[in-house]
Each structure stands twice: as C-alpha cells, then as structure tokens.
C-alpha cells in the first residue's frame, strides 16, 4: 500500500494550497534546524517514559506490527502522565509519539491500538512537520496578542502581515490531516473501534459511553457536515465554527470514518490486493494500476 490510498480530499487539497505559499517548508525545515526540535525532545525525553520492549512491553508491542503494516520505521514511543486521553508525534529527523496516562487508563488495547495507527498516519503522510508549524504559530500568536504593550503591538502587526490567516489555513490543512489519520486507524482496526477511541479522547463519561449509539453520534457529524452543501449563511455559520480549530469536531471524525469503511478504495485495502510496482490498492478486474499505469498480470 501507498500513502496516497488514504489521503482524504480535504487533506490532499489544503496541503496544495499550503505549498503555494513561498518557501514555506522549508523555513519550518530551517526553525527545526536552528534548535526548535533539539528543544523539544529534549523536553519530551526529560518529562516522559519512554516505552520498550523492556519498559512497560504490553503497550509497545501494539506499536511495531502497525509501522510493518503502512512501511514505516517505529518511532520512540513515550508516555507523559497527563491524567486526561490525548496523543501526539513530533519530530523530523527524530520523530517520537506521545500518549497520555489518561489514554491508558481510559481505552481498551483494541481502541489504544487504533490511536497509535493514527498517530503513525501522521508519520507515513508527512503531517508532522506542518503541524509543529501551526502550533508554533498559534502559541506565537497566542504570546504576543496577551502580553503587554509592546506585545499586544508586535502582535497586532504579525496580523496585519497575515500570520493570522496563514494560521487559520494551517488550521484548515490540519484539522483535514486528522481525517487522513483516522483513516489509517480505522484500516488497522475498524470504523467502530476508531469512533469509540475518538468518544473517549472527547472525554465523554464512562457512564454515558455504556449507553452511546455510535451510530448516532456519526449522524450527527453527517448534519453538520451538509452544512457545506447549504446556503451562503449556513457556509458562513460552519466557517465560523471551524476557524480556529486544529482537530475536526468529535461527531464529525465519526461521521467521516464510517463513509470512509464503506468506500470502494477502504474495500482494495482490506482485500490486500496491490499493484506490484507502486503498492496502490487496486482492484482484482483491473488491467493497469491507475496510479502509476504499471500492467496488471
């Protein structure tokens, strides 16, 4: 399999627009470079417990069979002892995931193991570098908008350059990256496992979760979501709601995982057959790949 067989739209199209932007990547590249991920690995590996196949194995192990599924290295894993359900990677040349105590805690192996295919989609597809650089900008912009005077000015002309709406387009780009991973974590192990993971990172109660519909919860994200196909005020209103967001809202991750199980591309995946030069997913009656046009025999 290809990294491209899991690309959602969004995804695909908000990183286009991205990269139309000048030399964009690589000042990201250059501000890793010059410290900013000497600096925070360093932290990481200061503050957290670092897994292994020594160092607490029953959670480890969960990590490797995923990297040999989507071809990637295993990267360091670390738990932080952050008492609510979260997780995130970081990195470029020494990529690393983080999962909180408060995942552990709260999640079944199955949904841990769906989390961990997520955080790894995010390896595969190269996230990680524009997502550092959306959170540097926000806590850049976060800074100096609530310090003092001379803040509050040097903030006001980082807007007016547009550090604030190449903000909201890095939001746009990772909130449609988050899609993408949901995917792998739904392919590693079921839309069902997925939303149940994504409830609990929502923090819903276990009282509540023993009673949830799903389901349900994904028709929800289907309401919101038909809101893009409304009118001008019914666009604006969902604009409104997403701008300053980095993650899709609950219902919708849902919503979009379940489309996503019973598309024709997730159905190539799951039947493993794949193109023999490429590795795309394809299907068994196709002649040539419809990626790279290799012959299928």
């Given at each position: ?87 995130w990677t970081s990195g ?96 590693c192990t079921s839309a ?106």
């Amino acid at each position: 399999m290809v990294v491209s067989d899991f690309i959602h739209p969004e995804d695909a199209a908000t990183l286009r627009e991205l990269k139309t932007i000048p030399g964009l990547p690589q000042i990201m590249k250059k501000i890793y470079e010059y410290g900013l991920e000497d600096i925070m690995w360093s932290n990481n590996v200061a503050t957290n417990i670092r897994l292994s196949e020594s160092q607490m194995p029953q959670i480890y192990r969960l990590l490797p069979p995923i990297c040999r599924e989507l071809n990637i290295q295993v990267p360091e894993l670390y738990m932080n002892m952050t008492p609510y359900p979260n997780a995130w990677t970081s990195g470029n040349k020494r990529v690393y995931i983080v999962i909180t105590m408060g995942l552990v805690k709260r999640l079944s192996e199955e949904e841990l193991t769906a989390v961990l295919a997520h955080e790894c989609g995010h390896i595969a597809c190269e996230h990680v570098i524009y997502s550092t650089l959306a959170e540097w900008i926000y806590s850049l912009g976060e800074n100096l908008t609530d310090g003092g005077e001379l803040e509050k000015v040097l903030g006001k002309l980082i807007n007016i350059i547009g550090l604030k709406a190449l903000r909201q387009k890095l939001f746009a780009w990772e909130r449609a990256s988050e899609l993408t991973a949901d995917r792998v974590g739904c392919y590693c192990t079921s839309a069902l496992t997925m939303i149940k993971a994504l409830a609990k990172l929502e923090r819903i109660p276990p009282f509540i979760l023993k009673e949830m519909d799903f389901y349900e919860w994904a028709r929800q994200g289907e309401d919101y979501e038909k809101l893009k196909q409304g009118n001008t005020w019914n666009k604006i209103v969902r604009w409104v709601a997403n701008s300053d967001m980095d993650h899709p809202y609950g219902p919708v991750r849902a919503h979009e995982v379940l489309v996503w199980e019973h598309s024709k591309q997730y159905n190539r995946l799951s039947q493993g057959i794949t193109c023999p030069k490429c590795g795309a997913a394809i299907n068994a009656d196709w002649k040539y790949c419809k990626k790279c046009g290799c012959s299928i025999n």
